[in-house]
Nanobody, 119 residues
Framework: QVQLVESGGGLVQAGGSQRLSCAAS????????IAWFRQAPGKEREFVAS????????VYADSVKGRFTISRDNAKNTVYLQMNSLKPEDTAAYYC????????????WGQGTQVTVSS
């Protein structure tokens, strides 16, 4: 059974940095696709970044490209999201999710962690 637990959220000033962690169990990171999504109040959930394959191929949303970095530590089975140059519009609940290769969908989700960026 896949379990994902996010941590690292909090309150940060605009221009600051924050690092989120997603501790995974029940899967092998090097062969899984893990993504970060976010959802702001009143808005739809949106894709932020993903990492996959043994080569660690990454994909980013245009809105965070150049500011956010997704990475992983296979030994710790943890995926990170380093967020720099944060903006108030980055305020959201951030979730990590694992792609189910059988369905092609992100079927497993963490509980989320709140990031609030003050102006």
């Amino acid at each position: 059974q896949v379990q994902l637990v996010e941590s690292g959220g909090g309150l940060v000033q605009a221009g600051g940095s924050q690092r989120l962690s997603c501790a995974a169990s029940g899967l092998t990171l090097s062969t899984s696709r893990i993504a970060w999504f976010r959802q702001a109040p009143g808005k739809e959930r949106e894709f932020v970044a993903s990492i996959r394959s043994s080569a660690g191929i990454t994909v980013y949303a245009d809105s965070v490209k150049g500011r956010f970095t997704i990475s992983r530590d296979n030994a710790k089975n943890t995926v990170y999201l380093q967020m720099n140059s944060l903006k108030p519009e980055d305020t959201a609940a951030y979730y990590c999710a694992a792609l189910n290769p059988s369905t092609g969908k992100y079927d497993d989700w963490g509980q989320g962690t709140q990031v609030t960026v003050s102006s």
